[in-house]
């Protein structure tokens, strides 16, 4: 199995309603990501039919149990765009911290990076531009991105507080918490509704 890279959108269970996986459904579809099918227990199903379980796992508050069968947790999908081999899409409940949830896209790493420095400039552009039409879905909360061994990614609560995204090698945070950071080391670029995307300056792109 290769590494892989994610992009995770970060969202809070505080603003789930009936409707948040239909409203993800769109945005997938307005960044240009082309549903191929469900994954592992969802081969058959259309993303609606997916997101239509994922929505309900997360009104009661799912988590898959140590011993339970994997057929009950939330369904994954894959997706095709930008020309990479592979997009698989899933969502986590209460990732990173409690009383979050998260929708991750991970690539095989080997096609966005060459190393945790230096990226693939062609990829990384077809990334940011995914990137920014789903920042547009409302509830976002952050979008960030890490390599398989990263660390994972920084709840929102902290970067409230002034913490910086995890961005390997961007991140896409709203004008409010990009107030309140020190982003000296970091390259910002201010796009449509309120975000801003964020690259360390260590990040060398080819």
């Known amino acids: 199995m290769p590494a892989y890279f994610s992009m995770i959108m970060e969202f809070s269970r505080a603003e789930l309603d009936f409707d948040n996986m239909k409203e993800l459904c769109a945005y997938i579809k307005h960044a240009g990501l082309e549903f191929k099918g469900g994954a592992y227990n969802a081969e058959n199903e259309t993303l609606e039919d997916i997101m239509d379980w994922n929505q309900k796992k997360l009104e ?75 920042w547009i879905l409302p509830k976002t909360r952050t979008l960030q991105t890490e390599l398989e061994l990263g660390e994972g990614i920084v709840p929102d609560e902290d970067i409230r507080d002034g913490a910086l995204p995890s961005a390997c090698p961007f991140a896409i945070v709203s004008e409010k918490r990009f107030g309140h950071m020190d982003t000296a080391d970091y390259t910002a670029e201010h796009i449509a509704y309120g975000g801003v995307i964020l690259t360390p300056n260590w990040v060398k792109l080819v």
């Open 60 to 134: 009661d508050d799912f988590e898959l149990g140590y011993d339970e069968d994997s057929s009950n947790d939330y369904k994954q999908m894959y997706f095709s765009a930008g020309g990479f081999s592979e997009i698989r899409g899933f969502i986590m409940n209460e990732e990173p911290i409690r009383g979050e949830y998260t929708f991750t896209l991970l690539i095989p790493e080997d096609e966005v990076a060459i190393d945790p420095k230096t990226y693939k400039k062609e990829a990384v552009d077809k990334l940011k531009e995914i990137a920014s039409k789903l």
